[in-house]
């Protein structure tokens, strides 16, 4: 158990937090085995995970994007994720939890995520959401699923959506390849940030990040601002959507661009 943990710091990149996680699943496993008597004793007793520093996250800045886009190339399931997540401040659970009912013209309905246990589930928040998207984005969708026959955008050919961790393997070889560091905790949840911080700074108001972001409650949440939803409401943040697409289509080099439909 404790190279299971080594390796998952070392050769996953895996944070404390998810160390953490991963364990105490493993923890309920073993109670159960014991009380089971499958086991005489959980060996998790013996264990103890050290808790690193606290580090604070930070986003991307366009050019880290741009790079590790480009950099997944051969991973174009992973790339689209990543498009989907930069674009739209979507969760990964969120972003492979999208099927073609959720997807209109210039708006997504964000209503379910797929968990890393496999399961269809109400987002983190337990409250849906409406979310522009901009018309390249929205093409680049349509275009999947006129050639697939599937009802999920991520699926792995077999009926079943790509697990988390499929995802989230392909994003953190990245690092391994290209010169940004990860002690700031950089990740895939990172993408998020970096749509939030690229609203902010483009001056989109606090209660309208809010909204789009999908928090939980309070000032700024989908059901205490908004009765009644249209996107023409959001029509700055679309805008702001559709100069991002723009940006990276002048940065991404051209076989990125071409799976992206940019």
């Given at each position: 158990?404790?190279?299971?943990?080594?390796?998952?710091?070392?050769?996953?990149?895996?944070?404390?937090?998810?160390?953490?996680?991963?364990?105490?699943?493993?923890?309920?496993?073993?109670?159960?085995?014991?009380?089971e008597r499958?086991?005489?004793?959980?060996?998790?007793?013996?264990?103890?995970?050290?808790?690193?520093?606290?580090?604070?996250?930070?986003?991307?800045?366009?050019?880290?994007?741009?790079?590790?886009?480009?950099?997944?190339?051969?991973?174009?399931?992973?790339?689209?994720?990543?498009?989907?997540?930069?674009?739209?401040?979507?969760?990964?659970?969120?972003?492979?939890?999208?099927?073609?009912?959720?997807?209109?013209?210039?708006?997504?309905?964000?209503?379910?995520?797929?968990?890393?246990?496999?399961?269809?589930?109400?987002?983190?928040?337990?409250?849906?959401?409406?979310?522009?998207?901009?018309?390249?984005?929205?093409?680049?969708?349509?275009?999947?699923?006129?050639?697939?026959?599937?009802?999920?955008?991520?699926?792995?050919?077999?009926?079943?959506?790509?697990?988390?961790?499929?995802?989230?393997?392909?994003?953190?070889?990245?690092?391994?390849?290209?010169?940004?560091?990860?002690?700031?905790?950089?990740?895939?949840?990172?993408?998020?940030?970096?749509f939030n911080?690229?609203?902010?700074?483009?001056?989109?108001?606090?209660?309208?990040?809010?909204?789009?972001?999908?928090?939980?409650?309070?000032?700024?949440?989908?059901?205490?601002?908004?009765?009644?939803?249209?996107?023409s409401m959001?029509?700055?943040?679309?805008?702001?959507?559709?100069?991002?697409?723009?940006?990276?289509?002048?940065?991404?080099?051209?076989?990125?661009?071409?799976?992206?439909?940019?």
């Amino acid at each position: 158990i404790r190279q299971w943990i080594y390796e998952l710091k070392t050769s996953k990149g895996m944070y404390d937090s998810s160390i953490k996680v991963n364990s105490g699943v493993l923890n309920i496993i073993l109670t159960s085995a014991v009380e089971e008597r499958i086991i005489n004793r959980n060996p998790m007793e013996f264990v103890r995970i050290k808790q690193g520093s606290f580090k604070t996250r930070r986003a991307f800045t366009l050019f880290e994007l741009v790079k590790v886009l480009d950099n997944l190339q051969n991973s174009p399931k992973t790339l689209i994720a990543c498009y989907i997540s930069a674009l739209t401040g979507l969760r990964l659970g969120e972003v492979l939890g999208l099927e073609r009912k959720n997807i209109y013209k210039n708006f997504i309905d964000v209503k379910q995520q797929h968990t890393v246990f496999g399961e269809i589930t109400s987002p983190k928040t337990h409250n849906s959401r409406y979310v522009t998207i901009p018309k390249k984005l929205s093409n680049l969708l349509e275009s999947i699923f006129e050639n697939e026959n599937s009802e999920f955008l991520f699926e792995n050919g077999k009926g079943k959506v790509i697990s988390n961790s499929t995802i989230q393997s392909a994003f953190l070889r990245n690092f391994k390849k290209l010169n940004i560091q990860r002690e700031q905790k950089l990740s895939f949840h990172s993408l998020r940030h970096f749509f939030n911080t690229y609203l902010t700074e483009n001056d989109i108001s606090d209660r309208k990040i809010k909204t789009i972001m999908g928090h939980s409650s309070g000032v700024g949440s989908m059901t205490e601002r908004y009765t009644t939803w249209n996107p023409s409401m959001f029509n700055d943040v679309l805008s702001i959507q559709n100069e991002l697409c723009q940006n990276l289509s002048t940065l991404l080099n051209p076989k990125t661009k071409k799976i992206l439909m940019l």
